[in-house]
Structure formats: C-alpha cells, structure tokens
C-alpha cells in the first residue's frame, strides 16, 4: 500500500488525486475514498484506464477492480 500511496499522484494525476485517494486494499480490489459524488461518477468513466495505469507500474500487486466511496480525504 506505501507503494501506491508514493506513485498515486503521478498515476492518476494532480487534480484528480486532490479528490480521490487509496484508502483500502483487499485481495486485489482497490477502495478509493473520493470527495464528492461527481468525483465518483468522473472516475467510473475513467476506471479501466485507471486500472491500466495502475497494472502498468512497477513494485506493487495488481488491482483488478477498484471501488469508490464518498469520504473524507
């Protein structure tokens, strides 16, 4: 998870990691805790994309889904 925490911004780019943070990791599903509703909406359009960039990094496991929760980041 320190991993991911370290490559988070450059993987998924500043904006989006102002809103959106890895919060959770079970087995192979990535929680992410996000801002507001929009932001979940935005990063569901963006999900595969999101995956690919994350698979694509070296040193960490493999994310095969990722799931988005309103919180506080």
């Keep these: 998870m320190r991993e991911l925490w370290e490559q988070w911004e450059r993987v998924v780019g500043e904006e989006t990691a102002r809103?959106?943070?890895?919060?959770?990791?079970?087995?192979?599903?990535?929680l992410v805790h996000v801002s507001s509703p929009a932001w979940i909406h935005h990063l569901r359009?963006?999900?595969?994309?999101?995956l690919a960039r994350l698979n694509a990094e070296p040193g960490h496991f493999r994310v095969t889904e990722i799931k988005f929760k309103v919180a506080a980041i």
């Design 19 to 30: 809103n959106a943070r890895p919060a959770a990791v079970k087995g192979s599903i990535l």
């Design 45 to 50: 359009f963006l999900k595969a994309d999101l």
